[in-house]
């Protein structure tokens, strides 16, 4: 297994493949919630998508998103995903580190923001965020912003 950080234009079509469908799977079918997964923000050319794969699957996702692609002069990160088959094994607090370090790396000393559903919150604030807001809907699932500043004492 090895980590991948690509631009759109870097995926090949089967890895391209391999992520929406595990994106779908995770988001559309494990949490009942039909919405819009492409969304236009993967073809941006700072995306950064976050990619684990075994063999030809993609066990684990995430993107970076440029700022003002989601949120206003500030970075994102987002559909950060594990398979079922790949649970439990720690991977969720690895992919996100990695995502939190190359969001890092590409625009340094800059906030990093994220709509974290409700239930993650705990997660977040074990790597460094913090609730931004209360609780609101997207796609009927209860999500907070949440913000990992570039300088803690800021906040």
């Known amino acids: 297994m090895q980590w991948q950080v690509l ?3 870097e995926l090949d079509t089967l890895t391209l493949y391999s992520l929406l469908q595990l994106r779908v799977d995770v988001f559309v079918v494990e949490q009942n919630c039909p919405y819009p997964e492409l969304d236009d923000k993967d073809l941006h050319p700072q995306t950064r998508h976050i990619i684990l794969k075994k063999g030809d699957k993609v066990i684990a996702y995430s993107r970076v998103l440029a700022p003002d692609v989601s949120f206003a002069g500030f ?3 987002g559909r950060i995903c594990i398979s079922q088959t790949a649970r439990r094994l720690g991977l969720g607090k690895i992919l996100v580190e990695k995502t939190l370090a190359e969001t890092a790396a590409l625009w340094p000393k ?3 923001h994220i709509s974290a559903q409700c239930y993650l919150q705990r997660f977040y604030q074990d790597l460094g965020f913090i609730a931004a807001s209360e609780p609101y809907l997207e796609d009927d699932i209860p ?3 949440m913000i990992k500043a570039a300088d ?3 906040l």
């Open 7 to 9: 631009t759109f234009n």
């Open 75 to 77: 970075p994102g990160i």
């Open 110 to 112: 800059t906030d990093i």
């Open 143 to 145: 999500h907070l912003k």
């Open 152 to 154: 803690p004492t800021a």
